[in-house]
């Protein structure tokens, strides 16, 4: 069982460009998130979505879109990348809500110049 | 509003010292409290949980009591080894939605 992948493992993008990070679960649950993680700040969830086809905003949700078209895959989309979005970009899922365990992929390192 | 304050790292340790890392938490309702902990280069996975006041957490040797008198959920090990060193993510879920806050992390480094 893979649990969560993510892909890239990590990029270097130029301002201006899209990127959409790619993830997928095999567990089979409801909710899936994205969150940056950056230096003194720990993680901050940018987009969730409780079951496909319904996603909400997180703490930092702006210059970046997600879709839930299934239950397995939940992609982040920067629409136009800005240096600020530099950052390790983690997808998580757990069974129905924040009260249950989150399962982590390993991230993506993404660099926008 | 709800969150959490966690002790600032990093934290240095000899192999077989006593760890605590401290965690306090503001909160509406009755969430449960977690503890992550990230190796280098991964992503964070599951130390241990408590869902209500009074539960004592634990895993690998780790352990955390969920206390309301004091809004804590300290992170404690005996006797920490080398393979211990990572950093530590204390988090609080809010009750009934899809939105965790996390600390801002405590890194560890053990030395043989």
């Known amino acids: 069982i893979a649990g969560i992948t993510q892909a890239p493992t990590s990029q270097i993008l130029a301002a201006g460009r899209r990127m959409t990070l790619r993830c997928t679960q095999d567990?089979?649950?409801?909710?899936m998130y994205w969150y940056r993680q950056d230096l003194g700040l720990g993680l901050r969830l940018i987009h969730y979505s409780n079951t496909a086809g319904t996603t909400g905003k997180g703490e930092v949700p702006d210059g970046y879109s997600v879709s839930r078209a299934n239950t397995d895959d939940f992609p982040l989309t920067l629409a136009s990348a800005v240096p600020s979005q530099t950052s390790v970009y983690f997808c998580?899922?757990?069974?129905?809500?924040?009260?249950?365990?989150?399962?982590f992929g390993p991230g993506t390192r993404l660099t926008v110049l | 509003g709800d969150s959490v304050t966690q002790m600032e790292g990093p934290v240095t340790l000899s192999e077989e010292a006593f760890l605590t890392i401290n965690c306090t938490y503001t909160?509406?309702?009755?969430?449960?409290l977690f503890w992550y902990v990230q190796y280098p280069g991964e992503g964070l996975q599951l130390l241990l949980k408590a869902t209500k006041a009074d539960d004592k957490g634990s895993n690998k040797g780790f352990e955390a009591t969920y206390r309301k008198e004091t809004t804590s959920f300290h992170l404690e090990k005996g006797s920490v080894q080398v393979s211990d060193s990572a950093v530590y993510f204390c988090a609080l879920p809010n009750t009934g939605g899809f939105k965790t806050i996390f600390g801002a992390g405590t890194r560890l480094f053990v030395k043989a």
């Open positions: 998580a899922s757990s069974e129905q809500g924040a009260q249950d365990t989150q399962y």
């Open positions: 567990m089979r649950h409801n909710a």
């Open positions: 909160a509406t309702g009755y969430p449960s």
